[in-house]
């Protein structure tokens, strides 16, 4: 195995496959723990090598196949390396869900945000989503039903959003909201949502936050899993459309 690949499953065209970002803790980690033991094979993407190793391992023995798959959304050699890894272990990538996302310190008015605390959240937020999306694009168009879920937030709706906190973050989402609807157009074949987890006890959300871990990620499973696979172009929170 190469150094960004640790195999603890089959990759046969049997098993559903799934790719999650940012998938070392919080959210995305949920996702992939509840997603394996559906009988997922899931991949683990993690920028940092020792935490992404550690998710991976920790599901593997809890909840059934999971693979740590190296990458960094935010940057293009990164993706297309972990691009290239993934094709090695499987032959078709049934989920993608881009869920690795970043509130930028100091993103916290918008007339004091400033152009580069801007750029280096949507380089995150809503391009990394964007070119996971399109460099997994052939791996995904080989399965028989390709889903991507994009996790969102209520903060970048344009209708009653935003109300002024992390403006870069929000913006970020909006954006990432336009992409959603653009790739579901692009790829009339695959299921493409947005999703608003709401707010979540992680790193991120802080302890105040309303929402377990496991309600934040109860959505993005179900488009992951259940949905229908028609159900495509939306922006979505307990499983529910909500307006752009």
Known sequence: MTEGVTNNGSGSP????ALITGANKGIGYEVARQLAANGFHVFVGARNRKAGRKAADEIATQAGTATF?????????????AAHELGKSVDHLDVLV???GIIADGDKAILETTDELLRETLETNTLGALRVTRALAPLLAKSKAP???????GGGQLTGGADGWSPAYCISK??????????ATALPKFAVNSVCPGWVRTEMGGSN???SVEEGADTIVWLASEAPQKLTGKFLRDRKEIPW
């Open 14 to 17: 049997s098993v559903r496959t």
């Open 69 to 81: 798959l190296e990458i960094d959304v935010s940057d293009s050699n990164s993706v297309t390396a």
């Open 98 to 100: 881009n869920n690795a």
């Open 147 to 153: 889903r991507v879920v994009n996790v969102s937030s």
């Open 174 to 183: 909006t954006a990432l909201n336009a992409v959603t609807s653009q790739l």
């Open 209 to 211: 936050a309303t929402r």
